[in-house]
């Protein structure tokens, strides 16, 4: 999800469809969090979908990212504060126990929303935990935090939250077929592969190349008659190069 995310941060729907993008993202987070599989193995549990389905968007999607492949996600923080209420004066552990089932439940629906690109780890955990038990989120809050009569964090708690209950759900089937119909309609045709757009783009990058080649070669051939002497090695990796273009 995150990856998505920030896919689209700097990518368009109507160049890259997210149901390719999601195969790939996938992909890279089993790599990711230490839950390899192979490329064949789980292609081959996905209908219709090939190796090279996945591996065409790889650089795509890695480059989006930025390479940076570490999640700080809300899930973390969330235990990391579980731990830390425990350690709360007269805390019932049940109550404790049924308070942090019902804030991961609030994690994962945050998940649907943008609220990780815009809140920190920590402020989403308890704005969960605060969803779940508003009494105990306010009391570890003011623990934490005893000097100061209205801990800062307690402020986004409110937005965090009206994200949460206003996003946080799934969306209905019927709506994401409307997108996707939409979608088919505003997909740049630059992208759409047998187009006439496509073959325009493809024909162009291709004369671009064979100039580059030809301009190299140009460049190789005066430096052979100056008399250069390493005139015979830029020949020799003149198709090296080529390949690499």
């Known amino acids: ?12 729907v109507m160049d890259w469809h997210p149901k390719n993008v999601m195969l790939t993202a996938l992909f890279l987070a089993t790599k990711t969090t230490n839950n390899p599989i192979s490329l064949e193995a789980y292609t081959s549990h ?36 579980w731990l830390d209420v425990q350690s709360l004066p007269d805390a019932p552990m049940d109550e404790l126990r049924a308070a942090y089932d019902i804030a991961l439940k609030h994690v994962r629906a945050a998940r649907l929303t ?23 989120a306010s009391s570890w809050a003011r623990w934490k935090f005893p000097n100061q009569p209205e801990p800062p964090v307690l402020a986004v708690l409110e937005s965090i939250k009206t ?9 209905d089937v019927e709506a994401v077929r409307e997108v996707d119909r939409r979608l088919k ?25 064979d100039e580059k080649r030809r301009r190299k070669a140009a ?27």
């Open 114 to 136: 943008d609220a990780e690109l815009v809140y920190t780890p920590s402020q989403i955990a308890l704005a969960c935990l605060s969803l779940a038990a508003p009494t105990l």
């Open 185 to 209: 309609l505003c997909k740049n045709p630059e992208k759409v592969v047998g187009s006439s757009a496509y073959q325009k783009k493809q024909e162009e990058a291709e004369r671009k190349a």
């Open 219 to 245: 460049e190789v051939r005066k430096a052979m008659e100056d008399g250069d002497p390493f005139g015979s090695e830029l020949v020799g990796g003149l198709d090296d190069d080529d390949d690499d273009d």
């Open 163 to 171: 994200m949460i209950a206003t996003h946080g759900v799934p969306p």
């Open 1 to 12: 999800m995150s990856y998505l995310k920030r896919f689209y941060l700097k990518n368009t």
């Open 46 to 81: 996905i209908p219709k979908t090939a190796p090279s389905d996945v591996l065409d968007l790889e650089f795509l999607v890695a480059q989006s990212l930025s390479f940076d492949f570490a999640i700080w996600h809300a899930h973390r923080a969330l235990w990391g504060i």
